[in-house]
């Protein structure tokens, strides 16, 4: 049965489809690092005339830079682990080979037991404190095997991902339906309040962007089967366990879900460089905010089946803002005009 928001999508707004423009995310400006081999030429007279290479391994593998000092999960490297190059993510985070069906981290791993996912087993490191402890007696009150390892097993099981000293062995990421997340809206006498990511190809970006809505009450997040990110663990572990609280769901086709959701009463904005400023639009009623990709932004046929679309001022020399904080930035527009 349809939920009938047709009432406020008159009362609420006073101008026809297309009286604001949008404004895009902003498309992001990605550094590429390509490795290039150098060449001397010895200078002693014992080597004189013998060349000495000294190209890099991996020459020609795009985004890629040799970070100097620490990785992101504090162990020194020299650019290299375990015979494979460190890799960078388009938004300059360092990317580790996580295996699926794993979460790693303290607080993704104790969320993950408070909202009720299947967890096979834990696995703790040896010796390890803290918060630790609180995470031991969360799992023996649902009933979840805990295994006590050294970290190096814990290394070889998180990808080399920042575990800190517990990794949890889970079942596939469930996906939800649209339904679900407006069932969701109007079990909590809530207009619905739901994100579209057309394309977030980043994993990181989209952990973010569920953390940012778990925190701004966002109903649900919809992203599309091809072209886009799955939650996979590493945007679980992005999300500090925020994917265990917000329901994503997954559809064939972005532009026909959103004449679905119109149906609903839901107003569909779109954010785009060329919008009215985000402000001076109205928030408060059943709406769903639609983001585009890092590079391309959002897809024509999309942004034309908008009912409006908005953009975020930009005062400084760089034109665009990274897809996570653009959409968060959004989200919280909502969240002070609906009070």
Not at 24 to 33: D, E, T, V
Not at 248 to 275: F, Q
Not at 304 to 327: F, H, Q, R, Y
Request: charged share 25%; proline share 4%; hydrophobic share 35%.
């Amino acid at each position: 049965m349809a939920r009938d928001y047709t009432k406020n999508r008159r009362d609420n707004r006073q101008y026809q489809k297309g009286s604001l423009t949008a404004s895009a995310p902003g498309a992001r400006h990605s550094s590429r690092y390509t490795d290039r081999g150098e060449k001397a030429a010895a200078q002693d007279g014992k080597n004189a005339g013998r060349e000495t290479d000294y190209s890099r391994k991996g020459k020609g593998f795009a985004d890629r830079q040799k970070p100097s000092g620490r990785n992101q999960s504090g162990r020194a490297h020299n650019g290299e682990r375990g015979g494979r190059q460190d890799r960078f993510s388009a938004s300059g985070d360092f990317e580790y080979e996580m295996p699926e069906g794993i979460l790693i981290g303290r607080n993704p791993v104790m969320e993950a037991i408070k909202a009720g996912r299947t967890i096979l087993k834990i696995m703790i490191a040896d010796g390890a404190e803290g918060s630790v402890k609180k995470i031991e007696a969360m799992a023996a009150q649902a009933g979840i095997s805990v295994q006590y390892v050294n970290r190096t097993a814990l290394d070889r099981a998180s990808g080399g991902g920042p575990h800190q000293g517990v990794v949890a062995r889970i079942t596939d990421y469930e996906y939800c339906e649209v339904e679900d997340i407006l069932r969701k809206a109007e079990e909590k006498g809530q207009p619905p309040f739901i994100m579209i990511l057309d394309g977030i190809e980043d994993p990181h970006n989209l952990g973010a962007i569920i953390r940012t809505a778990d925190a701004a009450g966002v109903h649900g997040i919809i992203i599309p089967k091809n072209r886009s990110a799955a939650v996979t663990a590493v945007v679980e572990k992005t999300a500090a366990g925020a994917a265990s609280y917000v329901p994503v769901a997954r559809v064939t086709n972005i532009s026909r879900t959103i004449d679905d959701l119109k149906k609903e009463g839901i107003w569909i904005t779109a954010l785009d460089m060329d919008g009215e400023e985000y402000t001076k639009a109205d928030f408060t009623g059943p709406v769903a905010f639609v983001t585009g990709s890092e590079g391309r932004g959002i897809s024509r046929l999309v942004k034309e089946n908008c009912d409006m679309t908005v953009s975020i001022p930009m005062k400084g020399g760089v034109n665009s803002l990274n897809a996570s904080n653009a959409a968060a930035i959004l989200m919280y527009e909502a969240v002070r005009q609906r009070g």
